[in-house]
């Protein structure tokens, strides 16, 4: 039996699969909406799950350091 991941639990994946993303990874990598995206991004950061940083340009993200990420292939 398999368990669904949530939208957040997926954001996760992707950040974990393309490291330094942008917004932009996600959404496309996704299909879901750039604020839909943003808010899931922001909480993974607050929560310590992946980091934030900005590359003069965008936001750049990357997994923290002992994060816990599924260990799927989306």
């Known amino acids: 039996m398999t368990k669904e991941l949530s939208q957040k639990d997926q954001v996760a994946v992707v950040v974990r699969h393309i490291p330094g993303c942008v917004l932009r990874?996600?959404?496309e990598a996704l299909d879901i909406a750039a604020?839909?995206?943003?808010?899931f991004l922001r909480a993974l950061t607050v929560s310590g799950t992946i980091t934030r940083s900005h590359n003069g340009t965008q936001y750049v993200y990357d997994v923290a350091p002992g994060a816990?990420?599924?260990d799927v292939t989306l």
Do not use: K, L, M, N
């Open 25 to 27: 990874d996600v959404c």
């Open 68 to 70: 816990v990420i599924p």
């Open 35 to 39: 604020g839909t995206a943003g808010r």
